[in-house]
């Protein structure tokens, strides 16, 4: 199916994962207090086992978990490596100086980009990521600016590695490309296996304390915790990964609104500066791909 897209087609797809992304922030709040590692078991088995529910309709999707071991190496390293990082760097690091290192991995997208076959390096995306890095610092640190401790270098160290992480996986799947996306079903659930294990050891059992916060598990399962990775499977493989990348700032400013609207967090007009930062660098970074339709066709 996804052999027959075309590279906008792709692309599109790919970013609907930052939009699903950008829930993640409201969800993880509606789901009340449930640990980390053990929020992340649940909810990446339930999208493996959404993936498992869609081999009913196409039984010929289980044979994508068929794959060789680089490529279970690079899946699974990608989903658990990357959350079992985040969340150590959150532990052992102010939360604002960790999420801006870790937002780093749009960035290293792009330029980790240059290195595939048939791509290359515009000033064009260099530029919109790089206004998208200052919006997403307004962003992050809501304006207030920030310090890097020493004493939180371990917690700096794995929110780096969290950034070299997602962004290689991202990169490293079109060296993958002909792997189906049903193979995401087979990572997530290795994925919520090795959570759950790391819940046990690391963490206390704190079950939903109502029908609501169970509600937004499921929902963050099924979306950014679920179809956000297939579809940026899709994005990454067949895509235009650099505007991929630098839209990928769009994440923490459209997070950041939805818990303004839904009473999570309140306005600031840094919030519009980065808007219209991170909204132009990706236009910027974009600018082939808009402009791709206008262009006339050569005579026949």
Not at 85 to 105: D, H, K, M, S, T
Not at 139 to 162: N, W
């Amino acid at each position: 199916m996804t052999r027959a897209l075309t590279r906008p087609a792709a692309t599109l797809i790919g970013f609907s994962a930052v939009s699903l992304w950008a829930l993640l922030a409201f969800l993880t709040a509606a789901s009340g207090t449930m640990p980390a590692f053990q929020l992340t078991a649940i909810t990446f088995g339930i999208g493996g086992l959404a993936g498992v529910a869609l081999w009913l309709l196409r039984p010929q999707a289980i044979k994508a978990l068929r794959q060789p071991l680089p490529v279970w190496l690079l899946g699974v390293v990608g989903l658990f490596g990357y959350h079992f990082c985040y969340f150590f760097a959150l532990r052992n690091a102010p939360p604002v100086e960790a999420g801006l290192i870790n937002y780093l991995w749009p960035v290293l997208i792009v330029v980790f980009s240059a290195l595939l076959p048939g791509e290359r390096l515009k000033p064009q995306h260099l530029i919109g990521c790089a206004l998208a890095v200052i919006g997403a610092v307004l962003v992050i640190t809501k304006g207030q600016g920030f310090s890097f401790d020493p004493q939180y270098a371990l917690g700096y160290g794995a929110a780096l590695a969290a950034a070299l992480i997602w962004s290689s996986y991202s990169v490293l799947s079109r060296r993958f490309a002909a792997v189906s996306s049903d193979a995401i079903t087979g990572f997530c659930l290795a994925t919520a296996v090795l959570s759950g294990l790391c819940h046990f050891i690391f963490e206390p059992t704190i079950w939903p304390a109502n029908p609501w916060q169970w509600a937004a598990i499921v929902a963050l399962g099924l979306g950014p915790v679920g179809l956000a990775f297939y579809v940026w499977d899709i994005g990454v493989k067949r895509g235009d990964i650099q505007i991929l990348g630098a839209t990928s700032y769009l994440t923490p400013l459209l997070s950041t609104l939805i818990l303004i609207l839904t009473g999570y967090a309140q306005y600031s007009h840094f919030v519009l500066v980065a808007c219209i930062l991170i909204t132009a660098g990706a236009l910027i970074a974009a600018k082939d791909m808009l402009l791709a339709g206008r262009r006339p066709r050569p005579a026949p």
